[in-house]
């Protein structure tokens, strides 16, 4: 029958038994694992997943050595690629027996590739499209430029690719290659790489082990279209031959992907082996991918469980120290005895009253140069200016340093002078640990290029050590004084950030005592969370017994009421003012999953995370210092200034409460405790502020900054920053409430 006399019956066969459409299918019946990647993937590059944390923008706008350029996407595309083809290879090796009128076509794997690219070629779709919304509305950047970005992508994809089917096809053998030789007498040879990766077996069992799918078409051509070829005459064993041997290149792929996330991994610290993080998660996917495929071909039906079983294995061994992986807080001494951490010790320093009080009086010293510093005689006494800042990524850091240099310039006080005291948690204490850094180095803290150097990236870099280094490489150690300490994210972290703001974290925390006692810069108060119990520690290089003090109250009631423990008298004999300040700032920033928690050497061992958690804006830890040190405010200072940075609005949101479905109201409970968090904290901070009037007999004003932006407008919490984003940051000091708490500091500072 010619295709021109074909019934409508015999059509809509072919349309439905087209081998790229029941490729699809099988994909979603069958093969759920790679399905998850590609979800992932869709959901990422589409910004519906991720995108409050600017994950999305490592794919969209990938940079290089510094750089968004065409060779940033051609690695990107060149990585993508390489997914691509592994998802080819891992869904040949798991289902290619399934379809075996492929073993009888020239070049079969390739034939298979071109007829399973609906997945993929969707995905580039979406991609590209999203890319240059995103590039030409986040980033701001030029058609122009946006065109050879998507060039540049496209020609990596196609070049990996193209050097991927060139290899099959030298080295792959088809069954007409097979035909015609004689392998009776011959001893077959155990080919390593297939003993290592995939199981020896007689392929022709396989066959028998599920339904073969009906095919009637298939594409011999991007362009051209074939009816499927009846492979019936064909020994079951001669096609067994094909798919065997070509298993056995898939399997020297699969090593060679697993091979370079390790030697990537290995030279993470080249700038030229950095490649973009968007990149580095394709390579980790593919080699996930290809470890998929590896024990699909071994135990098939039981792969699911297996895996399961070995994340299970791995999850046991984790808890055996020889094989538990430790963050660790560079500069202290994690070889010495272990500082007890008891509610009995903890109990013994907060009852210490003599150490408090001496400290009371260094901090009264501390104030009394304070004083000195910002009053002359016959002048009106000085206000007392304590800075709040919020926890939010690059969004705060860079806020906080715009706020600051903004308040600096409307008045003819010198602001960093005025400040006492900081306190915050996360990406704001880093801005202000920046800004108070520069005046500390005798540079104008006006200067335009500080907020340059703040907003610049430190995602890319973590997001790369996640996903190529920290799951494999943890045999590389560096040096810290006589230290040696594990490489992780932590330290790329620290790295990244003294490379973006020119080295100025390298200090000790006790480099900072100085300094700070003789007023010269500000007071700063680190308060990162203790998981293990929730309490803050509290992190100064100057003894602060106490903010950590149990009240005298407290005693004659005989119960424990602290909730801090203060780090250098808790850890003294760990060498506590060694610490890396750049560490204290990442323990204070250490945000759920992108960083990891730090340990302390305790007995037991302590891990500390973002501060955020307890005191995001740290307004706790400055209404308690303000509360020891009322009577001396009252008496020497003309009142007292909060000024609050956050990266949020004050105004509590009101979620609307529509008709929910059943799964909503299930995490409903769950969903209202999580989502009203930072609610919770700002309704508590606003009564506590309302409370400490009572405490002064001098004026007492907070006034409130606050990031201009939300769901519509939304500015992401994360170690990224687009450029649109970085211009709403910037933005918001013109807004209208920023510009009356402007007039409203310069009033009072006047």
Known sequence: MTPNNITYKQRIKRIIFFFPVQLFWMHIKKTHLLLVFWGLLFAIVSRVFLAKFGIPSLFLYPEYLGQVDFTSHFLLGFSSGGFIIAFNIASYISNGFRFPFIATLAKPFIKYTLNNSIIPLSFLSVYVYQLIQFQLNSELESLEHVSINVLGFLMGNVFFITLSLMYFLGTNKDIFKLIGKDSTNKKQVSNPVEGILHKQEKWHKIFNQDREWHIETYLTSPLKIALARDGKHYKRTTLAK??????????????LVIASVIIIGTFRENSYFVIPAGASIMLLFSMITMVISAVHSWVKGWSNAIL???????????????????????????????????????????????????????????????????????????????????????????????????????????????????????????????????YLQNETIQAASHLDNISADILNPIAFSMAVSDPFIRFQDFNDGIFSYTKDRGYIFEEQLNQNLNQCFRKRLADYSIPEYNAEIPMMFLSPTVANDGRKILISPQDIGYMSNTSMKAKENNFFSTDAVEFRNLLKNQMADSLRFSSALRMSATFPYVMANASLPTEPSIEIMDAGVRDNTGIFVALRYLHTFRNWINTNTNGVIILQISDTPKDVKINDSPTKSIFENLKGPFGGFYGNWSNMQKLNQEEVIHYSNSWFDVPFDVVDLELNHNKENYISLSWHLTQAEKRKVLNSILSKQNKKAFSKIENLLD
């Open 308 to 438: 399961v079983g070995v994340i299970i294995a791995v999850n046991l061994l984790s808890q055996n120290d020889r094989f538990n992986y430790t963050n660790y807080a560079y500069g202290l001494n994690y070889n010495t005895e272990k500082a007890e951490y008891t509610n009995a010790k903890l109990r013994e320093l907060a009852n210490d009253d003599k150490k408090a009080l001496l400290d009371f009086k260094s901090g009264i010293s501390i104030l009394n140069n304070w004083r000195k510093r910002n009053f002359k005689k016959g002048t009106v006494k000085p206000k007392l200016i304590l800075v709040a800042t919020s926890g939010g990524g690059l969004r705060s850091a860079l806020w906080t340093c715009k706020a600051l240099q903004h308040i600096d310039s409307l008045t003819e006080v010198d602001l960093m002078n005025n400040i006492h005291l900081f306190t915050g948690s996360s990406g704001g204490m880093i801005g202000a640990a920046y800004m108070r850094e520069m």
């Open 242 to 255: 094909v798919f065997s041997q070509n298993h056995i290149n898939a399997s020297i792929f699969e090593i």
